[in-house]
Nanobody
Framework: VQLQASGGGLVQAGGSLRLSCEVS????????IGWFRQAPGKEREFVAA????????VYADAVKGRFTMSTDNAENTVYLQMNSLKPEDTAVYYC????????????????????WGQGTLVTVSS
């Protein structure tokens, strides 16, 4: 399985970006997929996740109401729409996937994911 993240860039505070993550393989709808981010000097943190069968979305409190995760099963692609961006959203964003049937409490745990993309940098200026 390979994940290819894209869509990062430089944006002013209050602006929007949409990240994409293309997932290789023919079992796309079977994957739990998550977005994580890592700011300079900080640990990787959970952003959002979507369950297999696409029945549930989970968001970190810091992004709830501003970020929306969606999927396009025909394109094997996951999106992270980021609105009302803040300087504290600046980070490298990673998409991750696993075929494990994650329970709700595990969807925000980085070590629960087996496959990771290379990351895409998001910089929000004040």
């Amino acid at each position: 399985v390979q994940l290819q993240a894209s869509g990062g860039g430089l944006v002013q505070a209050g602006g929007s970006l949409r990240l994409s993550c293309e997932v290789s393989g023919r079992t796309f709808s079977s994957y739990n997929i998550g977005w994580f981010r890592q700011a300079p000097g900080k640990e990787r943190e959970f952003v959002a996740a979507i369950s297999w069968r696409r029945s549930r979305n989970v968001y970190a409190d810091a992004v709830k109401g501003r970020f929306t995760m969606s999927t396009d099963n025909a394109e094997n692609t996951v999106y992270l729409q980021m609105n009302s961006l803040k300087p504290e959203d600046t980070a490298v964003y990673y998409c991750a996937a696993t075929l494990s049937r994650l329970i709700l409490s595990s969807m925000n745990v980085a070590r629960a994911y087996d496959y990771w993309g290379q990351g895409t940098l998001v910089t929000v200026s004040s």
